[in-house]
């Protein structure tokens, strides 16, 4: 099976037809994604400002329960961000901007995981106020930086002509 018959079987699928029969879909689909994206991007702000040390205010342990947050706005992304897909995949495969968009998205989701199993265990014992070491800035800095890739990529997707 070549990757044209995939991506046709992907846009006949019920969900492709769902977002371009119904006039609305595509809208509704769009907003959730601003909102999982403010949530997603809210959350992990404030997590990666505490982390870096521009924070220094509240508990660490207490600004972390925002990652719980950012998991629920990556979730609403997903979900939008396949209905977009499905609706129209051979145009958004063969953009290149929404491929490196994908490569910062796991590269993003890479770091995440780094972050939890072995940076989360470091910082949970730090104090209000105090900074976590370098690896654990660098963590989250990097973060900072392959979200915003990522937001910047999704917006300029329509100049090639997705969305």
């Not at 950012?70 to 051979?90: E, M, R, T």
């Not at 989360?120 to 989250?140: S, Y």
Request: aromatic share 14%.
């Amino acid at each position: 099976m070549n990757e044209t018959v995939i991506l046709e079987t992907i846009r006949a699928s019920w969900i492709g037809q769902t977002v371009r029969d119904i006039p609305w879909m595509f809208s509704f689909l769009e907003f959730t994604h601003f909102v999982g994206l403010c949530v997603l991007f809210g959350s992990l702000l404030l997590v990666d400002l505490r982390l870096i040390g521009v924070l220094k205010i509240g508990n660490l342990r207490s600004v972390l329960k925002f990652t719980n947050w950012a998991i629920i706005g990556f979730a609403i992304n997903l979900l939008s961000g396949i209905g977009f897909f499905f609706s129209n995949p051979v145009n958004y495969y063969q953009n290149p901007l929404f491929r490196a968009k994908m490569v910062f998205v796991l590269l993003a989701g890479l770091n995440v995981l780094y972050f939890e199993l072995v940076e989360r265990k470091k910082i949970e014992h730090l104090t209000a106020g105090e900074t976590p070491a370098m690896d654990t800035r660098v963590v989250a800095g990097l973060s900072l930086f392959l979200w915003t890739a990522v937001i910047i990529l999704g917006r300029f997707l329509p100049t090639l002509g997705t969305g």
